[in-house]
């Protein structure tokens, strides 16, 4: 049975995928932060019978003791063995970034770019030493161009694709493969639970509601079922020969296609009229 590390389980990407993976054969670590959240996916897992086919892992990519610890307890379950990695778990801040806290600006970054790296390096020795693994890091259509009020999540994103595009050199030759799928707008937890920061009476405060605004109505009416991006994870982990890029959904693959073609300054004044944001200049 083959096996895969999947961090961020508790919601979103994460769950299902763990569902879907389970359900075609492998066997799954899923991992959070807190496991006392893991009643979502059990009964997820219970739907399709595979609660057998997966083990529960508690790990903080915050905290690299957490991550040692995690490595240590899926190797030793596995025989020191691991087939893949899938690089969810993810966090974002809304807000204009003189009004976002530095606090939450580098807990996004430790969180999506960091806790990646500082996996990855854990359970590289593994791969290595079995001339195989796959490394799957679910980006976003973020990473293609910058949004309003989202810089530092988009940040997170553009960092950990250009790490990807790197390492890809680097680990080709053990046969070790690095894969990025990109997601557009999905219903999953993260747009709800994300802070978004108005501060009143701040000078950006007006026109980041008015954002919030056409962004809340953009998800509404275009957010997908977030299985299509699970079942695009278990397309690239089966594929004899996988793709570095895999964008989902038809805006992922739009950005994905006017990057570099169109001038920047003109995907801004496209995006502003679309979100109903006033011009000022």
Avoid at 89 to 112: F, K, S, Y
Avoid at 113 to 139: D, N, Y
Avoid at 205 to 228: C, F, I, Q, Y
């Amino acid at each position: 049975m083959r096996t895969v590390l999947i961090t961020g389980t508790s919601t979103g990407i994460g769950q299902v995928t763990a569902k879907v993976l389970a359900s075609k054969g492998w066997h799954v670590f899923a991992s959070m932060r807190n496991l006392e959240k893991k009643a979502p996916l059990e009964k997820l897992l219970n739907e399709v019978d595979v609660a057998g086919r997966v083990s529960y892992v508690e790990l903080d990519l915050n905290n690299p003791a957490s991550i040692e610890a995690a490595v240590a307890n899926v190797l030793a379950q596995t025989g020191s063995s691991l087939d893949a990695v899938v690089h969810n778990a993810g966090v974002a801040i809304a807000g204009a970034h003189e009004d976002l806290p530095d606090a939450e600006i580098r807990r996004v970054m430790e969180t999506n770019f960091f806790g990646v790296l500082g996996l990855t390096r854990a359970l590289l020795p593994t791969f290595r030493a079995q001339k195989h693994g796959r490394i799957v890091c679910i980006s976003s259509q973020s990473a293609f161009a910058g949004q309003p009020t989202n810089s530092i999540y988009c940040a997170s994103k553009w960092a950990l694709e250009g790490w990807a595009e790197s390492i890809a050199y680097e680990l080709d030759p053990f046969g070790i493969d690095v894969i990025l799928v990109e997601p557009g707008p999905y219903k999953t937890e993260i747009w709800q639970a994300t802070e978004r920061v108005t501060p009143p009476g701040g000078p950006y405060t007006n026109w980041v509601r008015l954002v919030m605004r056409g962004a809340d109505s953009h998800a509404e009416k275009h957010a997908r079922d977030p299985a299509e991006v699970a079942e695009v994870v278990a397309a690239a982990l089966d594929a004899p020969h996988p793709k570095f890029r895999y964008p989902v959904g038809f805006f992922a693959k739009m950005d994905f296609f006017l990057r570099g073609k169109v001038p920047s300054r003109f995907i801004r004044r496209a995006t502003t009229r679309y979100l109903g944001i006033p011009r000022t200049r």
